[in-house]
């Protein structure tokens, strides 16, 4: 039985030539990739005393943080419970569930199997990243492209570590997992020999990703940067040393919304860079002044992505991930609410009705496509997403926002 408000809405979007059900079917199949770091404040789970550092830090002292593997995952289950849909995890390196204290690169499969099992029986498919960042090694804001080789070889190794597990864990689960390699590495101040540096980078991640291993299992991404705290002037893997990088080895590329400048268009980028990648990975993200990490609004950047991903027909070559991270807030809120947001900008793109809009533009009819976009926004999306949700089983509205206020009220007591 369909609400009469969806019953109306399905009119309304018919009217325009937009069939609501294909919407509907269309965005049930769409995984996003939940990041883990959300939940605990990018700190991480190793034993081994870990430094803070690569300029990410969250900010704010919000009850509740998990801190350990079991509260993550509880959280995480909760989260999951309240976003419509079947989606991914995408853990980090120094998050790994065990008693044992390795060092970034001794790292082994074993030490995230608990994260398998429990993907495996949530349904959760998990992507996964070395983790470059948070240790004695890389307190020069330097790892891959260290002077110093035996620097350079650790990290190495680490990421060599990170692919296999990768790849196992692709393998277990039966898709692909992602594993994306973001270093911290640059300069604070002006460097006089900046191509040594890259040159560095590159041979480093040659030899890292050297191993081929089956597609079906893992996939390769790297993730440029501008600048960070502590490298404001040179960031080494930068976004033409990815793009680059990208195109001649066959990655994925990793474009993260907040490592551009300012005022730059990120979703302008996705039809330009996807004329020579094959594949694209997004950290979604809202970076206000500068790579601040918010949490995503459902405001006019998140749409254009999501409008540009369904226009140009990218989803199926697009791993959407989120990268963000707020401690001022309910975590579990914000995961919730910034990853149902990047949902509600795909069935929005999903239920725009294309071909007017397109015919427009190709006949330089720009009146019309003006009066088309505004008119259009109109149109009664909410109708639809409510529906999505209720046949997925995820509150919307009021009841949503209840769900999120007890389980935030429950975790704030017991931590
Ligand atoms: C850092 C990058 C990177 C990290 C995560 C934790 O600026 O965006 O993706 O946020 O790997
Ligand atoms: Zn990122």
């Known amino acids: 039985m369909t609400t009469k408000s969806y019953d109306a809405a399905r009119d309304v979007f018919a009217d325009w030539g937009v069939d609501t059900e294909a919407a509907i079917a269309r965005l049930a199949t769409i995984p996003i990739s939940v990041h883990c770091w959300q939940g605990d404040d990018v700190v991480g789970f190793e034993n081994s005393t870990g430094t803070s550092g690569g300029g990410i830090q969250a900010t704010g002292n919000h009850p509740g943080r998990a801190r350990t593997p079991d509260e993550l995952r509880a959280d995480l289950e909760f989260a999951y419970a309240n976003i419509p849909g079947s989606h991914r995890l995408n853990l980090h390196a120094f998050y790994m569930d065990t008693d044992e204290t390795p060092d970034r690169d001794e ?20 992507d996964f990243n070395p983790t470059f960042f948070a240790h004695e090694k890389a307190d020069d804001n330097l790892t891959l492209s260290h002077p110093d080789k035996g620097i ?15 790849a196992r864990m692709g393998e277990a689960q039966g898709s692909a997992a992602v594993n994306n390699i973001w270093v911290p590495d640059g300069s604070k101040d002006i460097p006089v020999d900046r191509f040594s540096a890259r040159k560095r980078l590159e041979a480093s991640i040659d030899e890292m990703i050297a191993t081929p291993y089956d597609k079906a299992h893992m996939l390769d991404a790297v993730e440029s940067k501008l600048f960070g705290i502590g490298v404001e002037a040179m960031t080494v893997g930068s976004h033409e040393f990815y793009l680059g990088y990208a195109i001649r080895n066959k990655t994925v590329l990793c474009l993260d919304m907040g490592h551009f400048h300012p005022t730059e268009n990120i979703a302008d980028k996705l039809s330009a860079v996807a004329l020579s990648v094959d594949e694209l990975l997004l950290h979604v993200s809202r970076p206000m002044r500068w790579d601040s990490d918010h949490v995503i609004l459902l405001n006019d950047d998140i749409l254009q992505m999501a409008q540009e991903l369904v226009f140009a027909d990218l989803l199926g070559r697009t791993h ?19 990853t149902r947001n990047m949902q509600k900008a795909l069935l929005r793109a999903l239920l725009l009705p ?22 259009l926004k109109d149109l009664p999306f909410a109708a639809v997403w409510a529906e999505f949700c209720a046949r997925l089983d995820a509150p919307v509205g009021r009841a949503l926002i209840t769900d999120l206020d007890a389980y935030q009220a429950s975790v704030a007591i017991r931590r």
């Open 107 to 126: 790292i082994e499969y074993r030490h995230f199997s608990p994260w398998v099992d429990w993907a495996k029986d949530l349904g959760v498919g998990l």
């Open 152 to 166: 350079r070889d650790f990290w190495i190794e680490h990421g060599k570590r990170t692919r296999e597990i990768a």
């Open 320 to 338: 959407i991930g989120l990268d963000f991270f707020d401690a001022t807030i309910s975590r579990t809120a914000a995961w919730v609410i910034g």
């Open 354 to 375: 294309q071909e007017p809009l397109k015919r427009a533009e190709e006949a330089l009819d720009f009146t019309t496509r003006f009066m088309l976009t505004e008119e």
